[in-house]
């Protein structure tokens, strides 16, 4: 847990940060904002920034999200600051921590933060079988691909395997390349010189340093670009990397993890994927099950999910009733664990009495889930159901449907989406900004449209 504290408020930031060693933090310092900023781009990083509560955290907040510095942000205070308080939680702020600090709180902030949300909840033997083969790989820099549908669990697996390794006390650093443009993937991944381009008003370190040490994962590989998989490929073949900008390499010592869940030898075929990168890659391949072929998971999971969020927005725990169970087993799962959190999120929040019940197991638009049927069934169903839908339709249409109705199903989740789609999430924006110029309702993230 690398802890950067903002700031001093009379001394009480510096007994919170002994709190936090004690707690086996390492403990970073900074005075002010600027000092804060030019500490995260020089790639030492930090999993949580601790902010004095007086200095302008919306600001900071604003200079994070426009260098794309994804860290979580906690304010702390006297507790007479109030009004400070809450505009910092309105800004963004995870979470307000009054001074003088309490051991208990801060040992209780360090945790959430260090476990992510990124348990491994397992009981299935397939499953088990891919957690035995990460755990057995796990002492070595072998670079590993991580394969299967969206949703699985892609990367819960890599950081399980990154807290099994050796390098388990350095950095494990994450970069979705489907979610960044194009044009600043590069910038992302090797960093660049002050003035290397427009708007690079100082040096900033990439993730390859920002990992040094430790494990980097490349989320969504296959949406690389094919000019920058080159310069990858010379990053893990001799192990430096040259900044955008730059005059001269920098070593780097990292362990390389990739997820995908697209085939990639097609894509090698398709010729959107160098073939001389997957076989850097895939030194060892982990594929996840989908969950519905992994059915002893899904009690496991829905009753990990239940406490969470009853945890999480204050209500009761309560079991699943059995008519709950038997409906959670009969769901096929498209969107796998993904899909199945999501329901139990809301089934939490719709649930009433001791025990939550089947009615409150429902898709996003409040219908009942999916009954799994035979392959025969299934297949005869949707062929009927394909039939009366498309007749008398464009292609047009039926496209825009199915894009639609896939948001949807992701509550507005744009890379979530492209996922399930098969496509690019360029191009999916690219439709989404098309149906808004025709006037056609679009869900915002977090949003379904209205029926």
Not at 10 to 34: F, N, P, Y
Not at 260 to 278: I, K, P
Request: charge should be negative; hydrophobic fraction near 40%.
């Amino acid at each position: 847990m690398r802890l950067l504290i903002v700031g001093t408020l009379g001394g009480q930031l510096t007994t919170a940060s002994k709190i936090a060693m004690q707690r086996g933090a390492q403990v970073t310092h900074a005075d002010g904002i600027e000092n804060a900023l030019t500490i995260l781009r020089s790639g030492r990083g930090a999993d949580l920034l601790m902010v004095d509560v007086n200095l302008d955290i919306a600001g900071l907040l604003d200079s994070l999200q426009n260098e794309r510095v994804h860290v979580p942000l906690v304010a702390c205070g006297v507790e007479t600051d109030a009004d400070a308080a809450v505009s910092a939680i309105r800004a963004g702020a995870k979470e307000y921590i009054p001074l003088p600090p309490d051991p208990d709180l801060i040992a209780a902030v360090l945790a959430a933060v260090a476990q992510d949300r990124g348990e491994l909840i397992y009981r299935d033997e397939a499953m088990a079988a891919v957690v035995r083969l990460a755990e057995q790989i796990a002492p070595s820099d072998a670079s590993v691909l991580i394969t299967g549908e969206s949703g699985t669990g892609k990367e819960v697996i890599a950081k399980h395997l990154h807290h099994c390794s050796r390098r388990a006390s350095k950095p494990f650093i994450s970069i979705n390349c489907a979610a960044i443009p194009e044009q600043l993937l590069e910038s992302e991944l090797f960093g660049h010189e002050k003035g290397a381009f427009t708007g690079a008003v100082a040096r900033r370190i990439g993730k390859f340093e920002e990992a040094d040490g430790g494990t980097l994962l490349l989320d969504e590989i296959s949406e690389m670009d094919v000019r920058l998989q080159a310069k990858l490929l010379r990053a893990l073949q001799e192990r430096v990397i040259d900044r955008v900008g730059g005059t001269r390499p920098v070593p780097v010592n990292i362990r390389i993890l990739a997820t995908s869940n697209r085939d990639l030898a097609e894509s090698v075929r398709e010729g959107t994927f160098r073939e001389d990168l997957l076989f850097r890659l895939n030194v060892v391949n982990l594929r996840l099950p989908p969950l519905r072929q992994r059915p002893g998971d899904i009690l496991e999971l829905a009753g990990f999910f239940a406490e969470h969020y009853s945890k999480a927005n204050g209500v009761p725990s309560r079991p699943l009733s059995e008519e709950a169970r038997e409906s959670l087993l009969a769901n096929p799962w498209p969107g796998n664990v993904r899909e199945l959190e999501n329901t139990m999120h809301r089934a939490v929040l719709l649930a009433f009495g001791d025990e939550i019940g089947a009615d409150a197991i429902r898709m996003p638009d409040g219908s009942p889930l999916a009954v799994s049927t035979g392959p025969a069934e299934r297949a005869a169903q949707a062929a009927e159901a394909v039939s009366r839908s498309f007749v008398g339709r464009t292609v047009a249409d039926v496209e825009r449907d199915l894009i639609l109705d896939t948001l949807d199903h992701c509550l507005g989740n744009r890379t979530h989406a492209a996922k399930i789609l098969g496509i690019s999430i360029r191009t999916l924006r690219n439709k989404l900004n098309q149906y808004t110029d025709e006037g056609v309702s679009v869900p915002g993230p977090g949003e379904v449209r209205a029926t």
